[in-house]
């Protein structure tokens, strides 16, 4: 008796991990003429619509460490997709094949808010998610693109950066913001000079947008990756205490504007 209630008790254990795991989906969308390849991922234990956050990803393209990032916010809670912003879910290690690429998109104003548009679509019309809570994260490139979305006048309840170059939102984007804004930065990050962190918040601060500007201090470009070290460029280096302190400052956000009905 003793062994069969020990056997139902397990059999009921193993139905209910089953049950709790996070989920993924690849979805394939369009923007004008162009084909993407996202990924959509979510807790399936979590009942009902939930907050969305719309993931993109650094200038290498729709690897690891952004998918990485969708699975710990699914396991939060959240629904998240990571969109593509080149592609045909196109990658790359190589630095000079980044470069090209991310600058290609960002050549092209227009269509990189059209393609960070299409990719919140994504999330937005995904059945478990909540159309009226939604957020952007973004690493590096993925960072400029979630506040050109912002600039955009986009529905989104937050945004947050983590390394991310700081494109000047022109007096008209600036006012169009309806997100609040965590911007976290290297304090010793060799790429992003003085002058456009100066010219960023001065156009935030005259439009009245609400954002936290958080430097961390020894932190350098790509402090959240932990093989940044790897890539040969002395200006990247992961940092374990910026990468926590910028994923926590990150929570605290999404507590305060996506988790509150």
Not at 190 to 202: C, G, L, M, N, Q
Not at 231 to 247: I, Q, T
């Amino acid at each position: 008796m003793t062994r069969t209630l020990t056997s139902l008790l397990a059999v009921a254990v193993l139905a209910a991990t089953s049950r709790a795991e996070v989920k993924t989906k690849e979805v394939d969308y369009s923007h004008g003429k162009m084909k993407f390849k996202g990924l959509m991922v979510w807790d399936d234990s979590v009942k009902g619509k939930r907050p969305g956050v719309l993931v993109i990803h650094e200038w290498w393209g729709l690897n690891k460490h952004a998918k990485d990032q969708a699975e710990k916010l699914a396991k939060l809670g959240y629904v998240a997709f990571a969109c593509d912003m080149y592609g045909e879910g196109k990658v790359t290690e190589h630095p000079k094949e980044a470069k090209q690429m991310s600058g290609e998109v960002r050549a092209n104003l227009e269509s990189w808010q059209g393609r960070a548009k299409a990719g919140l679509e994504q999330l937005k019309k995904f059945e478990k998610t909540d159309p009226t809570r939604l957020a952007a994260i973004g690493y590096c490139f993925g960072g400029s693109t979630a506040l050109q979305l912002a600039y955009t006048g986009a529905d989104l309840k937050a945004v947050a950066t983590f390394h991310a170059a700081l494109p000047t939102p022109k007096e008209k984007e600036a006012k169009a913001i309806k997100a609040k804004l965590v911007i976290n930065h290297g304090a010793a990050d060799s790429f992003i000079p003085d002058e456009s962190i100066a010219a960023f918040r001065k156009k935030l601060d005259d439009a009245g947008v609400s954002y936290k500007f958080i430097a961390y201090p020894g932190a350098k470009h790509s402090f959240t990756v932990p093989h940044a070290d790897k890539v040969g460029n002395p200006g990247m280096a992961y940092d374990e205490k910026a990468d926590k302190g910028s994923w926590q400052a990150m929570r605290d956000l999404f507590k305060e504007t996506l988790d509150a009905k």
